[in-house]
T-cell receptor, first 111, second 115 residues
Framework: SQKIEQNSEALNIQEGKTATLTCNYT??????LQWYRQDPGRGPVFLLL?????KEKRKERLKVTFDTTLKQSLFHITASQPADSATYLC??????????FGGGTRLMVKP | EADIYQTPRYLVIGTGKKITLECSQT?????MYWYQQDPGMELHLIHY???????EKGDLSSESTVSRIRTEHFPLTLESARPSHTSQYLC??????????????FGSGTQLSVL
């Protein structure tokens, strides 16, 4: 069956450090992968999309990598700030062509 | 800023009541979705629509129903609410013309509590 796995344990880091979040998937052949941010009690907000033929994508302090051989995407936030504290979700199109989300990883950036 | 709105933001009701959760978007998107999310858990797709008069069930079975009479409006209805329906309901939309860049825009959600 298709599965998207993100570390369910919260990631705690110090302000200014780089946060790295992992998204692993099985039984998907994604044309692209998306990352979203979700704050408590709110809907997810789209951050970045990376296509299967792209190794890396950057947007300001965000960087996403996509390794279709390892079936993994890494999401990096450099120079992290307390305002970056949130849950980060990765998402892929499933066999029915619908966007399916991982369980998300909660990031806590401490001042 | 996403132009997709959900009302009410919070709803506390008694068992057996009929409720309708409203979702409207002003972006002219054809595709709309309803996701259900319990605290700290994954989003599960419960309904989606490709456009007017189109409604489909999602991956997660739900006792709710939806309708799509107008492009901008995608309400979700529970005929008889039960405590097991307590959850957060998130509405989203996307522009299918952007197949290679189809991102979802979410509303702020409705937190439903059934007593």
């Amino acid at each position: 069956s298709q599965k998207i796995e993100q570390n369910s344990e919260a990631l705690n880091i110090q302000e200014g450090k780089t946060a790295t979040l992992t998204c692993n998937y099985t039984n998907y052949s994604p044309a692209y992968l998306q990352w979203y941010r979700q704050d408590p009690g709110r809907g997810p907000v789209f951050l970045l999309l990376i296509r299967e033929n792209e190794k890396e994508k950057r947007k300001e302090r965000l960087k996403v990598t996509f390794d279709t051989t390892l079936k993994q995407s890494l999401f990096h936030i450099t120079a992290s700030q307390p305002a970056d504290s949130a849950t980060y979700l990765c998402a892929l199109l499933n066999a029915g062509n619908m966007l399916t989300f991982g369980g998300g990883t909660r990031l806590m950036v401490k001042p | 800023e996403a132009d997709i709105y959900q009302t009410p933001r919070y709803l506390v009701i008694g068992t057996g009541k009929k409720i309708t959760l409203e979702c409207s978007q002003t972006m002219g998107h054809d595709k709309m979705y309803w996701y259900q999310q319990d605290p700290g858990m994954e989003l599960h797709l419960i309904h989606y629509s490709y456009g007017v008069n189109s409604t489909e069930k999602g991956d997660l079975s739900s006792e709710s129903t939806v309708s799509r009479i107008r492009t901008e409006h995608f309400p979700l209805t529970l005929e008889s609410a039960r405590p097991s329906h307590t959850s957060q309901y998130l509405c989203a939309s996307s522009d299918p013309r952007l197949r290679s860049n189809e991102k979802l825009f979410f509303g702020s959600g409705t937190q439903l509590s059934v007593l």
